[in-house]
Structure formats: C-alpha cells, structure tokens
C-alpha cells in the first residue's frame, strides 16, 4: 500500500487530535504514523500524518471538512524535509560492545543509556536511514524499540525553485 | 459591567439568534438553564424522549428553513439525542443542541449522569462544543448557530457543564466568530461555470439530477428556471422531492430503489448528469460501478468533500446551489441569447415513451384489503395537496414519495440518510411547532408509530394539531418484503399486530382522536373525519395489506439496468 505524507496545520485547540483520528476512523483511513505538536503561532499546531492509501483526495477533503482545520498540504515524495527519531535498545555483551558501537556511529546514531548487557542508541533521521538501522541492529539482538512518528515541513519554496532550475 | 449566569448567558445568546421554540426534557445537570428558561420569551415544548425532542427540532428546521434547537440534560439526556444528530448529520439539517455536563470539577470521574458527550457526538454533528467557563457560552452558541445554518448545513452540539451554568460571566451580546478553519465557498468558479455550460449543450441525453441540497439551499425557483430555460428532464431524489413541482411538465420523479422507472432509467441512459446538491447516495445508484455508464457529470456541492467520494466528476463546481444555478443560468442566456432552449427531441421522446410505458400504479380492491396508496392517494385529493408530509421510514415512506404530488420545497420531510424509523411523529410535531398554520400530516407504519408514538402527549398537551395516518399492515412491511424476496419468506421477526396496540384506543389515551378504518369504502370518510379535526391531534389507523410491496424495485447492489417493475418481473 503507497504511503502519504500530509501535513495538516489546525487550531490549537483541545480535542483537536480527537477529531482528526476520529475522523480517520470513520472514514476507514488508515493512519500509518500521526505526529502533532506546537508550531511558531501559539495558536496553531501542525500534525504530521503517513497515511496508507491509493488516493489522497477524500483524506485531504475529509480533513478540511473538519472546522478546525486551517491547512492541508500533501507533499509529494522528496519535496519535504523529512524526520524522525529512534530509540533502540540491543544486546551488548562486554565482548561485542565495541563492535556495535563503531557499527552505530557509522550512521550517526548515539549511545544515551548503557546497561550491563545491553546499549541503547538514539538515531535521528530520514524514515530510509532509521530503517537501514533498525535493519544492521537486528543482528545484534533487539530488546526494545520506539518511534516518534514522523514529522516533516515543506523545503523553502525558493530553495526548490533553485534546485528545479538547476 | 454587570455579570449574568452562564444559564442566564445561553438563553439570552437563543434570543439573539431568534430562537422561538425549544425541545427538551430537563434533569440534573440542566436544571440552572430551565430555570432561566422560566423567565425567557422562548416556548419550549416538553418531550417525553429526548429523541422525540430531538427529531421535532429536525422537522422543525426542515419545514421552516430555520436552526431547531433541543435541550437535554447530561448522560442518558445527551445519548438519547443520538439517534437525531446522526440523522440530522446525514441528511444535513440545522439543528444545535444544548446538553448540559456534569460540573468540569467531576468530568472523568465516573459522576452521577455523566457521559462523554463531546466524544460520543462527534462523529454524528458537523461539529461540537465542550463549555467549561460561564464566558464562554456566548460564543460557543453562537459559532454553533452560524456553522449550522451555513455551508453545509447540520448539527451542531453545544456541551455545557453544571459549573458553567451556575457561574457568572459579563454579557457583551454575540461574540464575533473566530472559525479560520470554515470559509465555505459559495460562489462556483466562473470557469467551471462555463465548462459546466459547454458540456451540457454538446450534451444529447442530459439528466438534471436535483438533490436536497437544492432545498437547503433554497434553490427551487432557481432551478425551475434553469430546467426550463434549457428544457432539461429533471429527477427529485428523496430528499429533494417537492424541490420542482411534480406537476411540471419536466419533471421525471424520483430515481432510485423504488424511484419511478423513468426516472431512475433516464439517469441510466444519460451522456450527461448536472448533480445539483445530490450525493450519488447507494439508494440512487445501486452498484455504482454499473451506474449510469455513459454519462459525463457536473457535479454542484457546498462541501467539496461530496464531489468526487462516489462517482468522478468532468467538472465538479464547489458552491452554494442557489448562487450557483443563478450563474449557470446567466451563462446559459449569454451563450444561447435569444435562442429558444434546445429541444432534445429525441431524447424527450423516449422518455415520453418510457413514461406512458412505465406509470406508477396500484390496483385496489373494492373488496379490500386497503391499498397505502389508495389512502394516500384520497389524502392528497382531499387536501388538494396543500399540506407538509411527514413521513416515518419503510414502505409507507416509499409510497408516500411515490404518490404526493409535491408542489412546493419543504412540504416533504423525511429521514433520508439514516433511514430512521420513528421519525414521522416527532418531525411532524416540530414541523407543525413551526408552521403553526399549514397542515402537517405525518404519514407512518404501524411499526414506526409504536417507536416514538408518545409524542403524542407531547403534542396533544402543547396544542399542536398534527395529523397522524397509520398505515397498519401489522408488520415491518419492508422487512417482509425482503424476507418475502430475497429471504424464501421465511419471516424472522417481522410480524406485528393489527390489534395490539389498539391504535385508536391508545390516540384517544393520550388525549388525541382516534379513527380507524379497514375496508376501502371507509378511507374517505375517516379521511374526511380526520382532516375535520382542528382542536387536537388525531390519528387515523388504517389496516392494510400485509402483502403489499412496493415496486418499482432495484434490489440492493443491484444495477439500475434490472429494474424491477411487479411482482411478475421476479
């Protein structure tokens, strides 16, 4: 199933996260990742949705529809700045320790907790660079994962015109 | 300045939106508002079930183009009001509801009467408010009145806690609307406009397909004008029934799973469908991918959403339909001029031909058993037509779309979308609330009046003299009739009783008139009786044939090429 990328900018209001996910459950939408958080006007905030699904056109509908929605936007693949980050816990033992570290900072992952037999790495990325990552770990053993859903803005609009002309 | 209670706030916000009547039921949590309502200009008309109130505020809203408003208390005062804001939301009819909350200090902590109301009604309104702050009513009311009377029209629920009530606040009068989210369009793009008007006169088999929208709109002259400045044939839905006359030269019908024949053929055969304010609905398409093959759309909506969710459209035309209709027509006389409209002459007449082929008909029997469409058709001579009609959910409603000839808009109402029986009374009670002067009828099953038939008392103790036909085939006749059709009648639950409830003993119980009639030599004379009475409501029984079925018939996710005219057709 293509996946979608959709940022939607609404009121900063209670209740509003309920309303998008509600709606998505009444249209039998399928959330893949759903991220919201404050934006640079306290009374706005912007919710990043991947959304699994053929066409976008109803999603983005269904989500103006909704009175406290002021702006959907669908980024096509590449258009937008893409991140997210991910904490994941793999088994260390003392005698491979060395080895999975020198392995994670080859992709600028971190170490940010190490326990006697396990490490814990914190990456932030594009989706590509965390799954390739959660790929190379999984030899190693993972105890633990967790991700923030991911978040993305649009390039500068200027900055695209530049690399369209280029 | 001085400050109000919150109780004091709402009512005075319902004055300056015009609110003249109210239904409701208190309780608990609400009691602060009925006491202010004590004092208040606003009538407000006791219920016995929330529903009812809820449904009388959706009838209310259809007969008069105006928000009906219901109260209800907190908890089971807000979930019975279920049922009519989903039915509301789908057939997309103003209506706010007050309910209050339990006091925000006890929310979500399992209180006496409490329901998450704000969760429980967002997905059936077009949006919803939890109040928590005395000085935050006036706006909460009036954003509510504003989004349910535009745009899109639909419910709106206000949620108010006890604490906010009681409360106090300063009162600056409506509150300036803060909704950067809603702009609704209601202007069509000329563009579109004029792309809209090409397609139609290349067009050789164009269908006008009118929907409620056209109503809530109050796009009816709008409309006529433009069907005959281009002699388009045009088909009614459901929802739309009355939108042109039906005694208009142009006018097909209704289309659908009992639309009329030619209605629902001629959108089959179309190379061009202009859907004003309809939604492709299941009811009209049948299995959409078999819908109407050959045929182009224009599609005109409010709400974007619509356009394009079930059949694609060649030009989708996002705006008001009254607006648009009146763009569409001056583009159509700058293009034709002095032009006289296209003829379509082929066209009309194989549709003249498919109408003279295909009426709709019914046989009665001098000997019985009484027809529903006999009856309504004698109610329609006998009233010349000039009522509202009111109708419950099943065969009844069918038949009634089928043999009222509507002459005018919002002289139909019925549950459309959700389909919800027990609507007729209630509806027809806030109708009559509202049109105190006009003639409501509300025409019902006998399985429909036993879901909300205490309204009656209602009605009766408020002085609100509907009229109530009960067509009593002491069955849930659609029911049967699927069962009869599709389930080797093996009838699972569906049969009633032609004696209990006794119908006429129980109107006259609940201080209405009851008559009854059984053979077809008396449904004039009770018709007659019935009509005659002023002072009360009344309930005219009719006892039917259980065996009735109402045809035309597309069978569900059938396609509209197999149209099934009679029982022979099977």
Not at chain 2, 132 to 155: K, M, N, Q, Y
Not at chain 2, 235 to 264: E, F, K
Not at chain 2, 307 to 315: H, L, N, T
Not at chain 2, 432 to 444: N, S, Y
């Amino acid at each position: 199933m293509p996946q979608h990328l959709i940022s939607v900018t609404v009121e900063n209001k209670p209740g509003v996260l309920a309303r998008v996910s509600s709606m998505f459950a009444r249209r039998d939408f399928n959330i893949h990742s759903l991220t919201v958080g404050p934006t640079e006007d306290p009374t706005r905030s912007r919710m990043t949705v991947v959304v699994d699904g053929p066409v976008m056109e109803q999603v983005v509908k269904q989500l103006y529809k909704l009175v406290n929605t002021i702006k959907v936007s669908e980024h096509a693949p590449g258009e937008a700045i893409e991140r997210e980050i991910m904490l994941i816990r793999v088994n260390a033992d003392p005698q491979r320790r060395s080895e999975i570290v020198e392995a994670a900072t080859l992709f600028g992952a971190e170490a940010v907790d190490v326990g006697p037999s396990t490490v814990t790495f914190q990456v932030v990325g594009e989706p590509e660079q965390l799954a390739n990552f959660h790929e190379l770990m999984k030899t190693y053993g993972i105890v633990s994962l967790v991700k923030s859903g991911r978040i993305a803005m649009a390039r500068d609009a200027k900055n695209q015109k530049q690399q369209r002309s280029a | 300045m001085t400050t109000i209670t919150g109780a004091e706030i709402l009512m005075r916000s319902l004055e300056l939106e015009g609110v003249d009547v109210v239904f409701g039921l208190p309780g608990g949590a609400i009691l602060k508002a009925y006491d202010s309502l004590y004092d208040s200009s606003i009538r407000h008309v006791l219920v016995r079930h929330e529903q009812g109130g809820g449904h009388m505020a959706s009838g209310y809203a259809h007969a008069t183009g105006r928000v009906g408003v219901t109260f209800a208390t907190s908890g089971p005062g807000a979930t019975n009001l279920v049922t009519p804001l989903a039915d509301a939301y789908m057939d997309s009819i103003p209506v706010v509801a007050i309910t209050a909350q339990v006091a925000s200090t006890s929310i979500g902590l399992d209180a006496f009467q409490e329901a998450h109301t704000w969760g429980i009604s967002m997905p059936c309104t077009k949006h919803n408010y939890l109040v928590t702050e005395p000085d935050e009513i006036a706006a909460a009311v009036h954003e509510a009145f504003h989004l349910a009377s535009t745009g899109r029209p639909g419910p709106v629920l206000v949620d108010i806690t006890k604490d906010a009530l009681t409360g106090t606040a300063a009162f600056g009068g409506r509150k300036i609307i803060d909704l950067p989210g809603y702009k609704p369009s209601v202007k069509g793009h000329p563009k579109q406009v004029k792309a809209a008007v090409d397609l139609i006169l290349e067009s050789s088999r164009p269908v006008l397909y009118a929907g409620g929208g056209t109503i809530r709109a109050g796009a009816s002259e709008e409309l006529v004008k433009f069907a005959e400045r281009l002699n388009l044939p045009v088909v009614t839905t459901l929802m739309a029934r009355g939108t042109i006359p039906d005694s208009h030269p142009n006018t097909l019908g209704m289309p659908g799973m009992h639309g009329v024949y030619t209605a629902s053929t001629a959108m089959q055969k179309s190379d061009l469908l202009i859907n004003i304010g309809a939604r492709f609905d299941d009811r009209v398409t049948g299995d959409p991918d078999f819908f109407a093959p050959d045929a182009a759309v224009i599609h005109v909506d409010v709400d974007p959403a619509e356009i394009g969710k079930i059949r694609e459209a060649q030009v989708p035309i996002v705006g008001d339909a009254k607006v648009v209709l009146g763009q569409l027509l001056t583009q159509v006389n700058k293009r034709l001029g002095d032009q006289p409209a296209p003829e379509w002459t082929e066209w009309w007449s194989t549709l003249r031909g498919w109408q003279e082929a295909h009426p709709l008909g019914y046989v009665q029997d001098p000997d019985g058993p009484i027809q529903q469409q006999h009856v309504i058709s004698e109610l329609h001579r006998l009233t010349s037509g000039d009522a509202i009609v009111v109708a419950g959910v099943g065969q009844h409603q069918m038949w009634a779309s089928q043999f009222w000839g509507f002459e005018r808009p919002n002289t139909w109402i019925n549950s459309g979308g959700l389909g919800t029986m027990g609507y007729a009374v209630p509806a027809a009670i806030g109708a009559q609330a509202g049109c105190p002067d006009d003639t409501v009828i509300a025409i019902d099953g006998d399985g429909c009046f036993q879901m909300t038939f205490q309204e009656l008392i209602t009605a009766a103790l408020e002085g609100i003299p509907v009229k109530v036909v009960v067509m009593n085939n002491a069955n849930l006749g659609m029911v049967r009739q699927w069962q009869r059709l599709f389930y080797s009648e093996r009838y699972s639950a569906s049969e009633l009783s032609f004696t209990n409830p006794d119908i006429v003993m129980l109107a006259e119980a609940m201080g209405c008139v009851g008559l009854r009639a059984d053979h077809p030599d008396d449904v004039t004379a009770t018709l007659e009786k019935g009509l005659a009475v002023e002072d009360r409501p009344v309930v005219m029984e009719f006892r039917c044939d259980p065996d009735a079925m109402v045809f035309p018939m597309i069978p569900a996710g059938g396609s509209n090429d197999n149209i099934v005219l009679g029982p022979e057709d099977l």
